[in-house]
């Protein structure tokens, strides 16, 4: 858990505080970081869809400005979130994760999906709310599964178009509706690779801002099945000895920790840590 990064409701009529501006998946950046003063940057009068309270970074209010297009701000220019993922900072990944979740989650409820009315934001909670027929909104999360499956000393590794050249990663997919979220990785496993499964074990979770899902990530053993990988979805899916893996997904997702923790227990090893 983050000790610097705290989410907290603050009203965005109260002037002051820190201010990240996030649009499409990317924030404005400058040589003092993703951090503005916000009453100077409220000044430029950028195209702000939405305006909210985040929570408190090293102690200090931070807000948010939801964008409608990545304005030009002299001095500063936009990076994507995954390459915050990939630098040093953390506690800011952690911050700047959930400014994407609200800020897309607020732009995506500025009308009533039911009536097609304005929505209010709700004072005291995190809600979207339509005065007009009632209908309230909030922070949309879709539970994932994630899961290692593994065959004594082999894991069970694939590729999706989407992945950087090289890597290889742990299944996962979204939960669908009336499903556990057992049975969920029990089918993906069939859809995406065509093998069976025993029972999978729960093992950690991670919330994952690309673009809002709840990671719950699962251990398996195979129990039979030739591997066929699902066309379109999956481009290659082969068993790995654990000695001789591939390029592997990023240290700070659950995919890589999935694959770190079975590594380390195999081979008595220190255990993993989860970040985020
Ligand atoms: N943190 C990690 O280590 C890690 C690793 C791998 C995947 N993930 C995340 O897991 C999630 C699911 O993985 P996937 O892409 O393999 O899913 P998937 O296998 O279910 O296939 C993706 C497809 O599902 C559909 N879809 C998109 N959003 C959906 C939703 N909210 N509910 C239902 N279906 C939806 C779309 O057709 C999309 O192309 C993604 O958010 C991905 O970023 C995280
Ligand atoms: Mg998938
Ligand atoms: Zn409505």
């Not at 201010?19 to 430029?44: E, I, S």
């Not at 992945?163 to 499903?179: N, Q």
């Not at 082969?238 to 700070?252: E, T, Y």
Request: overall charge negative; aromatic content about 10%.
């Amino acid at each position: 858990m983050s000790l610097r990064w705290q989410a907290a409701l603050l009203d965005p009529s109260l002037p002051g505080g820190w201010v990240v501006v996030h649009c499409r998946q990317q924030f404005l950046l400058d040589d003092n970081g993703a951090l503005f003063p916000r009453d100077w940057l409220k000044r430029l009068e950028l195209p702000v869809l939405s305006e909210q309270g985040l929570g408190h970074f090293d102690g200090q209010p931070v807000f948010l400005f939801e964008l409608e297009f990545p304005a030009d701000v002299p001095g500063a220019r936009w990076q994507g979130l995954r390459q915050f993922m990939q630098g040093d900072d953390r506690d800011l990944f952690q911050l700047l994760g959930y400014a994407t979740q609200i800020g897309t989650w607020a732009s995506q409820h500025r009308f009533c999906g039911s009536c097609g009315s304005p929505m209010q934001a709700r004072v005291g909670e995190r809600a979207m709310y339509c005065p007009a027929c009632g209908v309230q909104h909030y922070p949309r999360l879709s539970p994932s599964m994630i899961v290692l499956v593994t065959r004594g000393d082999e894991l069970l590794l694939a590729r999706s178009p989407r992945f950087a050249p090289g890597v290889y990663s742990t299944l996962a997919g979204y939960v669908e509706p009336g499903e556990s979220v057992e049975k969920c990785v029990a089918r993906e496993v069939r859809e995406e690779v065509g093998v069976s499964i025993h029972a999978p074990q729960y093992v950690a979770s991670q919330g994952w801002p690309f673009p809002h899902s709840l990671m719950l990530g699962f251990h398996a053993e195979y129990a039979g099945g030739e591997i066929v990988p699902q066309p379109e979805e999956i481009e290659d899916a082969r068993w790995f000895p654990i000695d001789n893996l591939p390029a592997l997904p990023a240290r700070q997702s659950i995919a890589r920790y999935l694959i770190e923790l079975y590594l380390a227990r195999r081979l008595g090893r220190p255990e993993p840590v989860l970040p985020g």
